[in-house]
């Protein structure tokens, strides 16, 4: 086993947990055996949300420009410590490191904007009547939980954890099964940048332990990241008692294609949504609408498809549970009639023979009805279909229940906002293949994609993670008397 066993963070400690359930974390590049990840029980639980609770009172009371230093040095340490994350990210997850590098950046982005929080919540004052004011300010909620997915190990921790915990909150992440080794390195790196202890606390787990948190009274707020299937039953779960919840869920992202789109552009586009991260990205393109005749550009994205080499510049998919899923997609669209293009299966890697890889797949002339159509594969496969309007090709896109992404090519500035205004998806690019917001702007989609109101990063994430204190205050014995006073 390459790295000791994961134990639990809690109170500033690695804490043992108090079962002996545990599972393997394996690299999917390789096969090898990193370590162990335990199954915490309710109680682990519990310990974490008491150190958490004990931490509240004097965190909360930190002004905002001094909670915010801490989240200056840790960006100073994940700019220090890049090489070492970025390697640690490839190993549990899979991706190139080129990609993990990308991945650290966009971290030490998130946090450059939880260090920009105290401009943000300055409250407001409102003059009411002579000496009596209105005023607001955001107040922290508590102890607040984020359960985060395999396919992001720093990205989306990063997403929730700076900003929760500069507003004033004390957080228990729970780490995907899958990938849990980078948030061990997230805890010592807060706590290197003088974070004090019970602030950030990890709980390892699965279910039992996803359950315990939307059950927890003492836990305010619930932040979720994953499938759309489990953000639904967490979302029912945490809001059942009470609680504030953000589900963010799965994608099936539409790229409509226009036939004057610039081709090479356009390919290249393409090609690096759907095959990035090894297609596990809730942005990726995943399925692509051309409308009108864009055989110039299927074949450059042909072209470019066969340039992504397993192993070299691509990716593996998180385990063998997933590369038999994603094959199993595309044997199921060649059964039911679509032409694979560029075939991704059965891919074997020299010397990772273990590893689970798949290669970039295009699927040309699928039907709306077929799965490759409607469902999220989670790998480097795009499913070409084709319309004559785009009306046609918005009929699809919006017939899908998802709405992370959608995107368009085309140099028709008209075109391009009669889909922004049209699409339903809460994310859209113009000639753009991967159109994540930046802050301060906010990540999140709609429809399926995303249970509850606002967004999970930027300015929108204020809300969520702070409640409004409403204060009125009369100071001056002359002020005018009116109904509310
Ligand atoms: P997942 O839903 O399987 O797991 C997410 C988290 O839920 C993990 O921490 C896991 O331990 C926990 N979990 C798993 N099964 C559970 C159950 N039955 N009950 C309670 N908790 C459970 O997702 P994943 O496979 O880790 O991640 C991939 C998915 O995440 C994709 O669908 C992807 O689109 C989505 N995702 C969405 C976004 C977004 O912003 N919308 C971002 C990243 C990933």
Redesign the pocket.
């Known amino acids: 086993m390459k790295y000791p066993a994961i134990q639990n963070f809690i109170g500033g400690k690695i804490t043992k947990v108090s079962t002996d359930k545990k599972l393997d974390v394996i690299s999917p590049i390789d096969g090898t055996l990193l370590s162990t990840v335990p199954m915490s029980s309710a109680k682990d639980l519990n310990d974490a949300v008491m150190a958490a609770k004990a931490a509240f009172p004097a965190w909360s009371k930190t002004p905002i420009k001094e909670r915010v230093q801490v989240f200056f040095r840790y960006k100073t340490l994940l700019e220090k410590n890049l090489k070492e994350l970025a390697e640690l990210c490839s190993e549990e997850n899979g991706k190139t490191y080129g990609e993990s590098v990308a991945e650290i950046e966009k971290c030490i982005e998130l946090t450059e904007f939880a260090t920009s929080l105290p401009q943000l919540v300055t409250g407001e004052v409102l003059e009411v009547s002579r000496g009596v004011e209105c005023r607001t300010e955001h107040v922290p909620l508590g102890v607040v939980a984020s359960?985060?997915?395999?396919?992001?190990p720093s990205m989306?921790p990063n997403w929730t954890l700076p900003n929760a915990i500069a507003l004033g909150n004390c957080m228990i992440m729970?780490?995907?099964?899958?990938v849990p080794l980078s948030c061990v390195r997230i805890a010592e790196l807060l706590k290197e940048a003088g974070l004090p202890d019970g602030v950030f606390n990890i709980v390892n787990g699965?279910?039992e332990i996803?359950?315990a948190i939307c059950d927890h009274p003492d836990i305010e707020a619930v932040s979720?990241?994953?499938?759309?299937?489990?953000?639904k039953?967490?979302y029912q779960r945490a809001t059942s008692n009470y609680k504030r919840c953000l589900a963010?869920?799965?994608?099936k992202n539409h790229l409509m294609v226009l036939p004057d789109a610039k081709v090479d552009m356009t390919a290249s586009n393409v090609v690096a949504s759907m095959s990035g991260c090894a297609g596990?990205?809730?942005m990726a393109a995943s399925a692509m609408i051309g409308v009108g005749n864009v055989d110039a550009v299927i074949s450059r994205i042909c072209e470019e498809a066969l340039k992504i080499i397993p192993g070299k510049n691509l990716g593996a998919v998180i385990n063998k549970e997933s590369k038999d899923r994603i094959e199993q997609y595309i044997a199921d669209a060649e059964k039911q009639g679509a032409k694979i293009l560029v075939d991704g299966r059965k891919v074997v890697v020299e010397g990772k023979e273990k590893g689970t890889y798949v290669g970039p797949t295009v699927i040309d002339h699928v039907t709306p009805e077929m799965s490759v159509a409607k469902e999220?594969i989670?790998g480097p496969v795009i499913s070409i279909m084709r319309t004559n309007t785009i009306d046609e090709a918005l009929a699809i896109e919006n017939a899908n229940p998802y709405g992370?992404a959608a995107s368009v090519f085309t140099q028709n500035g008209g075109a391009a906002r009669y889909i922004i205004d049209n699409a339903s998806a809460g994310m859209i690019g113009v000639n753009v293949g991967v159109p994540v917001p930046r802050e301060p702007f906010s990540?999140g989609?709609w429809n399926e994609?995303?249970f509850g109101v606002g967004d999970?990063t930027g300015k929108s994430s204020i809300e969520f993670w702070t409640k409004l204190k409403k204060s009125t205050t009369k100071w001056s014995a002359e002020a005018g008397v009116n109904w509310m006073s």
């Open positions: 359960i985060v997915p395999f396919n992001f989306v729970k780490p995907s099964e899958k699965d279910v996803v359950n979720f990241v994953g499938s759309t299937k489990i953000a039953i967490v963010l869920g799965g994608a596990q990205r809730c999220e989670f992370n990540f989609g994609s995303k999970i």
